[in-house]
Nanobody
Framework: VQFVESGGGLVQPGGSLRLSCTVS????????MTWYRRAPGKEREWVAT????????FYGDSVKGRFTISRDNAKNTVYLQMNSLKPEETAVYYC???????WGQGTQVTVSS
């Protein structure tokens, strides 16, 4: 299984980024997908999950109302739209096929002025 994650970068506090994760998985459309992040010196943190159809989404309390997870099954891609970013959200963001050991390579998000 191969992943291509993109969209990370440097953004000012209060800014926005959109992460993408394309997965070469034949059964992509039957799997829930999840975003996690790991900040320097901290444990991995769950960010958001989306059902296989995209009809149901779940968010961590710290991102609720600011982040939006979505997917396009025709493109085998899951997205994470991040708004009102905070410096403490500087981390490497990873996508994961939920319930498996399939992980993206991670994309760095840095929130700094």
């Amino acid at each position: 299984v191969q992943f291509v994650e993109s969209g990370g970068g440097l953004v000012q506090p209060g800014g926005s980024l959109r992460l993408s994760c394309t997965v070469s998985l034949f059964t992509f459309s039957t799997n829930f997908m999840t975003w996690y992040r790991r900040a320097p010196g901290k444990e991995r943190e769950w960010v958001a999950t989306i059902s296989n159809t995209g009809g149901t989404t779940f968010y961590g309390d710290s991102v609720k109302g600011r982040f939006t997870i979505s997917r396009d099954n025709a493109k085998n891609t899951v997205y994470l739209q991040m708004n009102s970013l905070k410096p403490e959200e500087t981390a490497v963001y990873y996508c994961n096929v939920r319930g498996t050991n399939y992980w993206g390579q991670g994309t760095q998000v840095t929130v700094s002025s």
